[in-house]
């Protein structure tokens, strides 16, 4: 049997280092392998490129010539949702990469759900009425869709793919009933992620701990923060690695401004690094004794919490959203909200035999996390949806 030639549609103006473009690429990587054929929709003027794909560019300017689109704009999308019409920018914003797959003609299109990308699934439908189409939900959708706009657009999707059963059940809380449902886990690159053979740690190490990942009040930096300066663990060594946004040479938010202050504030030893490639975080998440996921928000799956499994750290992770799930029972789970619980949660890890303990326990749940369960979870539902 032909192995189908798919597309995948990342949020228009997608960096490389996004959730989204590593999900693509994962799924990408294991299709080439089993001799398939991948397109992708990559705005030309930004540095993601998927590899062993077809990288279709696309030049997503005439729609949005900022990059952005400002209030205005937005209320007038809403505004025209709740009338039960197209929105006029989000609904239109990726028309330049449906007439770039037109030459190319996939059997499936994977729309993955970023910034409202489900206003443009009519579109989709129109121009290319005999692929399969299929919206990937990696974010909730927007809190401005009406019940009555989301049925309307979501209908026009053969399927939904979720990544994590906690984001379907919510999705569906909110709009369902939908089409045809799946859940698809993300996967973990094992060439990329991998514990150091020398990893070992005596009494007298200070312990590091590190987080991965965007700046932002929802990512809850601020607590881990709190929770290290509570601990018994001031002389750890904090690294925090990431931006505001997938960019490293951008001005620090007033949210990255305030976290430097309460650093000094709580006289802690935190290693600020910006924005870096993959490889550069799989070195440092190798180098690491404890990864936090403190997300405040529900997040739908914390692909950074498997990828510090992978690498052999231990994990402490949020209790919210898809985390939990995403863990498999291999991280302490705590409320990110509840300094004194975070706080223990660290400390726990000052004995060296617990730490050993969860970091066995990360490596074992990575094991059963890679790419190639992820693409028979997603050729399994695709089969069932054709």
Request: proline letters at 6%; one cysteine or more; aromatic letters at 6%.
């Amino acid at each position: 049997m032909r192995a189908p030639h798919l597309g995948h549609v990342p949020t228009p103006l997608s960096l490389a280092g996004s959730s989204i473009a590593r999900v693509i690429q994962g799924i990408t990587s294991e299709h080439a392998q089993r001799g398939g054929l991948t397109s992708v929709a990559s705005a030309y003027n930004r540095d993601l490129r998927i590899r062993h794909a077809n990288n279709l560019p696309i030049d997503y300017s005439s729609i949005c010539p900022r990059g952005w689109f400002n209030k205005r704009e937005l209320t007038a999308d809403v505004a025209s949702g709740l009338m039960g019409l197209r929105r006029p920018f989000y609904g239109r914003l990726q028309d330049p990469a449906i007439a770039g797959f037109k030459n190319t003609t996939p059997d499936v299109i994977f729309v993955h759900e970023g910034h409202y990308a489900a206003a443009s699934l009519p579109n989709w439908r129109q121009a290319m009425s005999e692929a399969l189409l299929i919206l990937y939900i990696h974010n909730p959708l927007s809190r401005s869709y009406s019940h009555r706009e989301a049925q309307r657009l979501l209908s026009a999707a053969d399927g939904l793919i979720f990544v994590s059963q906690e984001a379907l059940n919510r999705e569906e809380s909110r709009f369902g009933p939908f089409p045809p449902s799946a859940v698809v886990h993300n996967g973990v690159d094992h060439n990329l992620f991998y514990p150091s053979p020398t990893a070992t740690k005596s009494l007298d190490d200070p312990l590091t701990i590190t987080y991965v990942g965007q700046i932002a009040p929802h990512k809850g930096v601020h607590l881990l923060l709190e929770a290290v300066g509570a601990s018994k663990l001031k002389g750890a060594s904090v690294q925090v690695i990431g931006s505001a946004e997938h960019q490293p040479d951008r001005a620090l938010s007033t949210y990255e401004q305030s976290l430097r202050k309460l650093a000094l504030q709580h006289a802690l030893n935190v290693t600020w690094t910006p924005f870096v490639p993959q490889a550069e975080v799989a070195a440092a998440l190798r180098a690491t004794d404890i990864v936090c996921v403190p997300s405040v928000w529900q997040e739908p799956f914390g692909m950074v919490a498997l990828e510090a499994m992978a690498s052999g750290a231990a994990v402490v992770a949020s209790n919210r959203g898809g985390l939990p799930e995403a863990c498999g029972g291999a991280a302490i789970l705590i409320d990110p909200e509840n300094i004194q619980e975070f706080a223990v949660a660290l400390d726990q890890c000052s004995d060296p035999q617990q730490l050993a303990a969860h970091k066995l326990k990360s490596l074992e749940r990575a094991q059963s996390a890679n790419w190639s369960s992820t693409y028979d979870q997603l050729l399994t539902a695709i089969q069932a949806w054709a």
